[in-house]
């Protein structure tokens, strides 16, 4: 569901990979979500290594799905994107 770049110089970045007819506004909030959990570990601590770990991601998923299942879950075609919410 996530990519993350393995690069040296890599910048957190993290991106929802094969969106396909998902509607860019949901996809953009989504990647918004995803970024702004991942600045909020970055300020209680959270290491560049740290960032790297697989279980990194499942961290960072849940978390914003928790977050925001009610936003999700308020609007139906969001909803139906989101079957991993449920």
Known sequence: MLHTSKEKDW???YGL???GQM???YFDQLA???NEEVEGFKAKGASEEIL???GFTSLLVDTVFKK???EIRSNPC???LCPECF
């Open 68 to 70: 925001h299942i009610d």
């Open 11 to 13: 910048s957190p970045q």
């Open 17 to 19: 990979i094969n969106p």
């Open 32 to 34: 918004g979500w995803f």
């Open 52 to 54: 790297r770990e697989p």
């Open 78 to 80: 969001f909803r139906r």
């Open 23 to 25: 509607k860019r506004e």
